[in-house]
């Protein structure tokens, strides 16, 4: 694969890139957010006390520059939306910030049904002697062992085509997983990227989200492991694979729990993977992500719609946004929703692209309810006990549904749902009886999708490389 990729670099003189725009983004959506960010930057520009004065005497408008010095340049006009018009002018109430576009009745239903919980770390651990806090074992089986969850993101594995036909399989067309990968769901890189220069230059006023993405497995799959760390599992802030070996070179960690290790026992396995996770990393990270070892995960996506003002107002109650000085925060529960066996008062998230929670949802899980909630249950169905338990708090899931109505996390591989329509009667088949008031084929997913499931290793780099133009 080193020869390989040392070969494509002496032809075409640079590396791949791995942070490029989608060839497919619309003109006019494209200028809209970069007006936008510009926008933000030049307001959070002129509050430092270094910024030039008369800078709009100084300065010549771009329409000038147009007809005098490129008059064969183009101008296209964007048509104002309530997104681009209104989302840089916040309203101050009572000295605390509104939003620009308050949430709907029904987000603000389901977040309402929340109490706020203080976000200060309580330690639950109990002396770390009994499930699900005893904690995980290094190599040589000794308990006590805390993963350095940042490994990954300080020495990440490059990501190379094997060799020609490694590059003519993964690049390969017309399919349907290409098709939507293409036409539709796009990594959102201009805003990515727009947002890490900000951080790095102090522009922004608050520091980008931090993630914590947990991905579960055993021993006997582990080689599943490096295509999730050379794809998109590097572009967490931490990371770490729970397993039942731990290797530190694959950063997986044998985290024992109750019970056998088994299918049907998931929940046990992901009770002490939570509480390990909050025992020793949940004051460090501002989201937690858990998955499978067949998800793929859009991370600069996710840590975008984290950072949106429609997450953070409903993690703050709803009615303003935060300053970031807030001690309490409202639980959220966030992923593709089900409504068990079509009953829409028994909402779960599907558990096969993952789910994500603030600090306050985490903790509430911890503290809260795994003390209380099915303690030993014996159960394959953890996204479904999850949700149960949560439901026992009043925390219910919340929509991530985008503005245009696609769902942001998947739980199939992009094909699928490109080409899957329902039956004629919905409850014919468990998928159209289980989704809740979703669109079908190209607008089923948010073309800033978050997260994808059932990716195995092959497809899993193809999406990398179709997603980040390798290909």
């Known amino acids: 694969a080193a020869d390989y990729q040392s070969k494509k670099i002496l032809e075409n003189g640079s590396r791949p890139r791995d942070h490029a725009m989608s060839e497919h983004r619309v003109l006019p959506e494209k200028a809209r957010d ?29 329409s000038w520059y147009v007809e005098n010095v490129h008059p064969e340049l183009k101008i296209y006009q964007v048509e ?49 002697t009994e499930h699900p806090h005893m904690g995980a074992t290094d190599e040589n089986g000794n308990f006590g062992y805390v993963h350095d ?11 190379v085509f094997k060799d020609d036909m490694d590059h003519t399989e993964l690049c390969k067309k017309g399919d349907p997983n290409w098709k939507m990968l293409t036409e539709k769901v796009y990594v959102d890189l201009t805003n990515h990227e727009a947002a ?47 397993s039942t070996k731990t290797d530190k070179a694959l950063g997986t960690v044998n985290i024992p729990h109750e019970g056998p290790e088994e299918y049907n026992n998931i929940w046990q396995k992901v009770r002490s993977m939570w509480s390990y996770v909050y025992d020793n990393y949940y004051e460090k990270y501002d989201y937690f992500h858990i998955g499978g070892d067949d998800l793929y995960l859009i991370v600069e996506n996710l840590r975008l719609y984290l950072e949106s003002e429609e997450i953070q107002l409903a993690s703050n109650g709803g009615h303003y946004l935060p300053d970031g000085t807030e001690e309490s925060q409202t639980p959220l529960f966030l992923g593709r929703r089900f409504a068990e066996g079509g009953d829409r008062d028994r909402m779960f998230i599907s558990g096969g692209s993952g789910y994500t ?14 003390p209380n909630c099915f303690p030993h249950l014996k159960t394959f169905s953890e996204d479904v006990m999850v949700a149960t338990c949560f439901r026992k708090m009043d925390i219910l ?9 696609g769902e942001r996390y998947m739980p199939f591989q992009p094909g699928h749902h490109l080409t899957y329509f329902p039956p004629k009667n919905p409850k014919d088949d ?14 089923h997913c948010a073309a800033k999708s978050v ?8 497809l899993m780099r193809r999406m990398h490389a179709i997603l980040y133009h390798y290909c």
């Not at 959070?44 to 709009?56: C, D, H, N, R, V």
């Not at 989200?209 to 572009?235: M, Q, S």
């Open 34 to 62: 970069l007006k936008n960010i510009l926008v933000r930057i030049a307001e959070e520009a002129q509050q430092s006390p270094t910024f030039p004065s008369g800078l709009g005497k100084k300065c010549r408008p771009f």
């Open 80 to 128: 104002e939306n309530d997104e681009g018009s209104d989302s840089n002018k916040l309203n101050m109430s009572n000295g605390k910030t509104l939003p620009s576009k308050p949430l709907d009745d029904q987000r603000m239903a389901i977040i309402s049904r929340a109490s706020p919980v203080n976000i200060a770390y309580v330690d639950a651990s109990g002396g770390h």
């Open 149 to 159: 969850e940042t490994a990954l993101v300080k020495t990440p594995p490059a990501f």
């Open 196 to 242: 890490e220069k900000r951080a790095e230059h102090g522009l922004a006023k608050k520091k980008r989200a931090k993630i914590f993405c947990l991905v579960y497995t055993i021993e006997k799959f582990h080689d599943r492991v490096p295509a999730i760390r050379e794809t998109w599992g590097k572009k967490c802030d931490g990371f770490m694979v729970a």
């Open 357 to 370: 929670m603030n600090k306050a949802a985490l903790k509430t899980l911890v503290v809260d309810g795994f």
């Open 397 to 405: 899931p919340y929509d991530t549904k985008d503005d245009a109505g």
């Open 430 to 443: 468990w998928y159209s009886n289980y989704s809740v008031d979703v669109k079908w084929g190209k607008d």
């Open 451 to 458: 997260a994808f499931h059932y990716i195995k290793e092959d």
